[in-house]
Nanobody, 123 residues
């Protein structure tokens, strides 16, 4: 049974940093696409970053490039999202998601989801 559990959210002032973690079980991280999505109130869920395959190929939304870094520890089956230079517009519920295939930006293509962790950035 696939399970994803996020942690690390919280409240921070603009310009600050947070690191989110996503612990996985029930599948092998190195052979899956793992992604972070976020959803703010009244907005659609959007992909923030993803990482795929044994070469850890990464991809980022334009809005977070240069500020966020996705990484994973295959030995721990854990993925991370390091978020620096946070802005108020980064405030959202952040989810990790997985699919046993190439990465995709549409949340509809991810069958496995965590419960989400809240990130709040104040100005």
């Amino acid at each position: 049974q696939v399970q994803l559990v996020e942690s690390g959210g919280g409240s921070v002032q603009a310009g600050g940093s947070l690191r989110l973690s996503c612990a996985a079980s029930g599948f092998t991280y190195s052979s899956a696409c793992i992604a972070w999505f976020r959803q703010a109130p009244g907005r659609e869920r959007e992909r923030v970053a993803s990482i795929y395959g044994p070469r850890s190929i990464t991809s980022y939304a334009d809005s977070v490039k240069g500020r966020f870094t996705i990484s994973r520890d295959n030995a721990k089956n854990t993925m991370y999202l390091q978020m620096n230079s946070l802005k108020p517009e980064d405030t959202a519920l952040y989810y990790c998601a997985a699919r046993l295939d190439l990465c995709n930006i549409s949340p509809a293509n991810y069958p496995y989801w965590g419960q989400g962790t809240q990130v709040t950035v104040s100005s």
